[in-house]
């Protein structure tokens, strides 16, 4: 069976695949993007539907005020026989060149993986990318170890400290027994992103290293003992695109592996496709996944040889499993946003956000803040990709404004918005921040009449996007310039950072007075339609 990677398009990073009898899940980051993780179903591999939002509570996550690109970093999703397992990080402080990261590490269970899922067990904060092992597997002891990279941010050291593990106990709720550092990597460096299986009597330690860019790795290591001594890969690494700038696929690493019942293995990675040879990749780190061949007591290898990431892969033939395609058009009915929408840092009812006739947003922060945003978005899944939307909304003065936008983070994003101009009266604007330069790209806002609804577009060409709006049941109507589509990515925001461009609905209310804005329906597209 052959799939055309990513399977997950879009803003999709850091992949924990697992398989619970005949069906495969999957967890990914999210970061400031709020539920918290998202879990995709498969039973071929191929085909992925939304399956859980498992963080979707402030007495599970409270994102309000972290960095950007801060929140869940890299969940691990285990099953132990009896319920699911979801670890997860909310690194509440991080930046470039900065000693210090506050990453608080927590475990919640659930007996179904649409839930309901437990309240959270504080483990620790010593590290990013927890995993938890279960060792039930050929004869274990049924012990329970967390794993996580250790951050040293002493001065002179190596802030990636190396792989530590610790036994949790159930019972108790908390780790126990002394910590251990089990592996410190190899050359490649920058080693994070640990998970442990049992095979044949080995104890198989995958990491990530390289960091999360073009240098980006899959390693892997065993031992006869959890925790180590452990050799490394005679071929490591098992997946890298370093050496070839001219693959599809890029950034591969950050891996995790599962099997399929009758003892194949499959491999899913984090990948980026850069709009040029190591160039910007506006549809941020996506997942992919490849065939291993392991062979009893021997080292795995990628199904048709080398370490190169397929961009047309291998993998073990399944019944073919399509799910329902996703309605393009919402029109915004039922008592909560569908799944494929997310808020920033917050809830939807604790930001305002309701259902009501449509999607009502009332105006809370400017785009820049990291606390209050009333924004709902989608990621962007195609470099072909359109959202389309009709806006009623009565805005009194300047400070008051709605449309729609690209957001990548809180320092950057293009926006068009409806406000109300002295001269124009309610009228069209385009404006946009670049890593925190903020900038208006009409000279004179344009009039969009002073009732009824007004139709706002947002579209991806390609290397470009650009925005149009409608009036009065008129033709659509492109305004404001064509930006380039790599001004949202995590190459040009800031040099590092780890989401992907979003297409949203937004409302802002600078004077306090919540000046409400109803989108009566979104409807995303792709392709040249």
């Not at 065939?291 to 370490?307: I, K, M, V």
């Not at 009332?362 to 939307?389: D, F, K, N, W």
Request: a negative charge; hydrophobic letters at 35%; charged letters at 20%.
């Amino acid at each position: 069976m052959t799939v055309t990677n990513p399977v997950l398009p879009g803003f999709h990073p850091d992949p924990s695949l697992l398989r619970v009898g005949q069906d495969y899940y999957l967890a990914t980051s999210t970061f400031q993007w709020y539920p918290g993780v998202a879990i995709y179903h498969s039973r071929d591999l191929v085909h992925w539907r939304l399956a859980a939002r498992p963080l979707s509570r402030l007495s599970q996550l409270d994102m309000r005020g972290n960095a950007d690109s801060g929140g869940i970093w890299a969940p691990c999703l285990s099953h132990d026989g009896e319920q699911f397992h979801l670890i997860y990080t909310d690194v509440k402080s991080w930046g470039i060149n900065e000693p210090f990261k506050d990453s608080h590490n927590y475990l919640v269970t659930a007996p179904e993986i649409e839930g309901p899922w437990s309240e959270p067990v504080y483990l620790n904060s010593s590290g990013f990318d927890p995993s938890l092992f279960h060792d039930v597997a050929e004869g274990g002891d049924g012990r329970k170890w967390l794993l996580n990279m250790l951050w040293d941010h002493r001065a002179g050291r190596n802030p990636f400290a190396g792989i530590v593990a610790q036994e949790y106990s159930p019972a108790e709720g908390r780790l126990v027994g002394p910590r251990t550092t089990i592996f410190t990597g190899t050359h490649l460096k920058v080693t994070e992103g640990p998970h442990v299986y049992r095979k044949d009597g080995w104890y198989y330690l995958l990491t990530a290293e390289g960091g999360t860019s073009w240098e980006h790795a899959v390693t892997l290591a065993r031992s006869r003992d959890l925790l180590g001594p452990y050799e490394v890969h005679p071929h490591n690494p098992l997946l890298t695109a370093v050496d070839d700038p001219g693959l599809p696929i890029q950034k591969s690493g950050h891996a995790s592996l599962t099997d399929t019942p009758d003892g194949r293995w499959v491999m899913a990675h984090l990948c980026g496709r850069p709009l040029t040879p190591r160039g910007e990749c506006p549809l941020g780190r996506e997942t992919a996944v490849q065939g291993l061949d392991w062979p009893e007591g021997e080292w795995p290898r990628l199904t048709g040889g080398g370490h190169h990431p397929a961009l047309h892969a291998t993998l073990p033939a399944l019944p073919p499993h399509p799910w329902p395609e996703v309605p393009a058009r919402d029109d915004f009915r039922g008592e909560a946003l569908r799944p494929e929408w997310l808020t920033l840092r917050a809830p939807a009812a604790e930001l305002g956000v309701r259902l009501e006739d449509g999607l009502v947003l009332p105006g809370r922060e400017a785009l820049m803040s990291r606390h209050h945003v009333a924004l709902v978005g989608r990621r962007l899944q195609s470099l072909h990709g359109r959202l389309r939307t009709e806006l009623s909304f009565d805005p009194r003065d300047f400070q008051q404004m709605a449309g729609v936008c690209a957001y990548y983070d809180s320092r950057n994003w293009v926006y068009a918005r409806v406000s109300r101009d002295e001269a124009a009266g309610r009228a069209l604007n385009v404006t946009s921040c670049e890593n925190g330069v903020y900038r208006e790209h009409l000279s004179h806002d344009v009039p969009v009449g002073e009732s009824g609804r007004v139709g706002l577009e947002v579209r991806y060409s390609g290397d470009t996007f650009g925005f149009a709006y409608q009036v009065a049941g008129g033709g659509w109507t492109p305004v404001g310039p064509e930006f380039s589509a790599g001004l949202l990515s995590d190459e040009h925001c800031g040099g590092l950072s780890f989401t992907g461009t979003f297409l949203a609905l937004t409302c802002q209310d600078l004077s306090g007075e919540r000046r409400e804005a109803t989108f009566h329906w979104a409807e995303y597209t792709e392709g040249d339609a």
